[in-house]
């Protein structure tokens, strides 16, 4: 198993250098130029801009840039930001903290209710309660992000002389005064501003999550080793638990893997919306102001992420299922 783990590592830098090479392509095809607010200010000289161009082969072919980025990324330096004028590796890191604190926190959720809320409805299936699940299933797979955000933006509006919903923050990740607040202060402040993003989160995944849960329990019950053990008399939770539960939970854990890249995505409007400093807008705004660098450190992080998510699930596919062990 530690082989097959080690090939599929192996396999995705190929697909990782594919899909950078394509971004790195389409960001040089696409109007504009990153050092467009260089060469159109009269303080800067047309020599230092020259010099940038040359130090970071903006005056060589495409193919000839992407070797010198590559080269540099390998060492781990992924460049400098035209638009935020930092090093990339240095705007990163303090947005990926935040992207990742949201991606743990509604994953959490998501998977604490979604499970529980398919195995439901595969048991009562047909139930006014699983109608009920499907219903809202369907409408939280329909409306967009952006839309569920602004609802409970307003909602929280609406409510805001009640003492706890009110007291929900609308925007942001901190509040003004958190420098001067204690220790376990910060703590409850920024878990405040979390609360929106990750019910928006929670949401959305949700939906899809407990439907593919409702499906894969659905059709393990009525395999027939579920029919031998309630012949033999087994308790219905342990028929439910213990067998028919622990071969439908293997397809939700391979989606475990891309639920960080589609984070990443997903995100994205919605950190905008909610002022939320994190990769998504930061990578959107990379994208707005044809910062290549910023832009391939962006998504390079989310294919880091989307990798090390699947190779997390090909580990717990090890630990739930002894035919993956024994294989």
């Not at 878990?191 to 949700?206: F, G, N, R």
Request: charged letters at 15%.
């Amino acid at each position: 198993m530690r082989d097959e783990l080690l090939r599929r590592l192996l396999v995705s830098i190929p697909q990782l250098l594919l899909i950078s090479f394509i971004t790195f392509l389409f960001i040089d095809l696409a109007p504009g130029d990153v050092l467009a607010k260089y060469k159109f200010d009269p303080r800067i000289s047309q020599e230092t801009v020259k010099k940038l161009e040359a130090k970071y082969h903006f005056d060589k072919p495409i193919l000839v840039q992407y070797v010198h980025w590559l080269g540099r990324a390998v060492r781990l330096d992924l460049g400098y930001s035209f638009s935020r004028e930092a090093n990339v590796s240095t705007v990163i890191a303090e947005r990926l903290v935040n992207t990742f604190t949201l991606a743990i926190v509604s994953i959490f959720f998501t998977w604490l209710i979604a499970i529980p809320l398919g195995i439901y409805a595969a048991v009562k299936q047909y139930s006014w309660s699983d109608r009920i699940m499907s219903g809202i299933s369907y409408l939280g797979m329909s409306l967009p992000t952006f839309f569920i955000a602004l609802l409970l933006m307003f909602v929280v509006y609406l409510c805001k002389d009640i003492p706890i919903i009110g007291a929900i923050p609308k925007s942001g990740m901190i509040s003004p005064n958190y420098d001067t607040l204690s220790l376990f202060g910060k703590f409850i402040d920024r878990a405040a501003h979390m609360v929106i993003p990750v019910i928006v989160l929670t949401i959305t995944a949700l939906a899809g999550l407990q439907r593919i849960a409702r499906g894969n329990m659905l059709e393990e019950l009525r395999k027939q080793y579920v029919t031998t053990a309630r012949a033999k008399g087994l308790p219905e939770n342990r028929v439910i638990y213990g067998h028919a539960l622990r071969n439908a939970i293997n397809p939700l854990i391979t989606l475990f893997g891309y639920e960080f890249s589609a984070l990443l995505s997903g995100a994205a409007l919605l950190e905008i919306i909610i002022n939320w400093p994190g990769l998504g807008s930061l990578m959107l705004n990379a994208v707005r102001s044809q910062d290549t660098f910023l832009v391939m450190g962006s998504l390079l992080m989310g294919g880091v992420m989307l990798i090390a998510g699947n190779f997390i699930a090909d580990i717990l596919l090890v630990i739930v299922d002894p035919r993956v062990r024994k294989g």
